[in-house]
């Protein structure tokens, strides 16, 4: 039997769009595989004799789509590669979070958990005590925007595929008792980010379009806005879009600094000419930790699609240049669009650092979203003090007179060999 998540598909459609080419078999353009696209929202019914029936309690407990956030810890559970070796790769599991959500009852959920060819079907888990509740299957293990990999798993609600279910059979289908009640109430699952405070903490990220382009901007305050220089392309004003619970936002941004094209760090500030309401704001990070949980909050791939989305993953790095951090890299999967977005301490939501980009290799053609590159909170605080202080945005020309050593950090070139010394 197969069954059609029409709430899936139209979720899909809404999301995924046809102009940002993508793909969800392989990063090369193939027109028979973007045909089979069509089909990513239709799932298959099977009957297998010998398998324990419900009454003997090995049904698989499950969960409302409602019940996840952004930010929840979830287990990916598949079988990659298909028949090849089956008894080494069966049932492998793989650990992320909620970075996305779309669609009624959370029909769409994007997750950072890596998963490969051949789990499609898997099982997407939440854990609670010692149990482990289906959340949703994996329809894309691997995603590409206009061949650029993003790092990011498709999943549908299994909420919405069992109600679908039960619509398409008759009266008669043993099918037809598939209870759609869920087994775990909505606020009783464990995670990382907790129910009662989720990314609530965390700092307020917008996103900044430009036009033609988009790209993230943390705000400070309600009235001030960091942002990569690369993001603005150029222009002056911007518009700057915000989703609350109760609205969107929309206010004008007008650039009152931006890194010079020859500085290192790719900053740009920018005020916005109303306050905007509930922000977070954010407390600066002055220590980095390398192998502390973080996470990346940003507009990458979607856009206003369907708010920011929050990948987990860890700082692998600080680098530094005369005992003072100059760059950040962390293994969070950053995509087109990420760039002014926020790099945060997982616990405590502390601000580590402003995403700058991501790593592609120009020859291959390839892009590597696990290894990104943040400017450091630490570099910009003193410079935010003294503006706030003084309202004088030249407080950050500072950025444009970097040193050398900085320079190279940011080339990605190795520092001068120092002279040997003389022995005399």
């Given amino acids: 039997m197969l069954v059609n998540c029409r709430e899936f598909q139209s979720t899909f459609r809404n999301v995924f769009k046809d102009v940002d080419k993508w793909s969800f078999y392989s990063g090369e353009e193939d027109a028979e595989f973007n045909q089979d696209i069509r089909f990513l929202s239709w799932f298959a019914v099977l009957r297998v004799p010998g398998l324990a029936k419900p009454d003997q309690g090995r049904t698989v407990p499950w969960v409302y789509g409602e019940c996840v956030e952004k930010g929840r810890v979830v287990f990916a559970c598949g079988s990659p590669f298909g028949t090849f070796c089956p008894d080494l790769f069966m049932s492998t599991l793989s650990k992320g979070i909620v970075s996305n959500l779309a669609g009624e009852h959370n029909a769409l959920i994007l997750t950072d958990a ?135 936002l929309a206010v004008t941004g007008e650039v009152l600094y931006s890194s010079k094209a020859t500085s290192p760090y790719d900053v740009a500030v920018v005020i916005l000419k109303e306050e905007l309401p509930d922000i977070v704001v954010p407390t600066l990070a002055s220590t980095f930790t390398p192998g502390e949980d973080v996470y990346v909050i940003g507009y990458g791939a979607f856009g206003q699609s369907c708010g920011p989305t929050v990948t987990s993953g860890i700082l692998s790095r600080a680098v530094t240049v005369h005992s003072q951090p100059v760059m950040l890299q962390t293994t969070c999967a950053v995509q087109a669009g990420a760039s002014g977005g926020a790099v945060v301490r997982a616990q405590t939501g502390e601000l580590l650092g402003l995403v700058a980009s991501n790593t592609r290799d120009v020859v291959a053609g390839v892009t590597y979203p696990h290894l990104n590159f943040s400017v450091p909170a630490s570099l910009l605080n003193p410079l935010l003090l003294q503006f706030s202080r003084m309202g004088d945005s030249a407080v950050f020309r500072k950025l444009d007179t970097a040193d050398e050593g900085v320079r190279r950090a940011w080339r990605l070139q190795a520092p001068p060999l120092s002279p040997p010394k003389s022995k005399l």
Wanted: proline residues 4%; glycine residues 10%; contains cysteine.
């Fill in 114 to 248: 890596r998963c490969l060819p051949g789990t499609e079907g898997g099982g997407l888990f939440v854990k609670s005590g010692d149990l482990a509740y289906l959340v949703g299957l994996i329809v894309s293990p691997l995603c590409w925007k206009s061949s650029e990999w993003i790092g990011l798993t498709l999943v549908c609600s299994v909420q919405l595929i069992l109600r679908n279910i039960q619509k398409s059979v008759t009266l008669q289908d043993p099918l037809k008792e598939i209870s759609l009640c869920a087994q775990l109430p909505v606020d009783s699952i464990d995670g990382v980010a907790n129910t009662d405070r989720g990314l609530k903490g965390h700092p307020t990220v917008a996103l900044v379009d430009t036009g033609q382009f988009w790209g993230s901007g943390i705000l400070m305050n309600s009235q001030v806005m960091l942002t990569c220089r690369h993001v603005l392309h150029g222009k002056s004003r911007l518009t700057v879009r915000l989703k609350t619970n109760s609205r969107s």
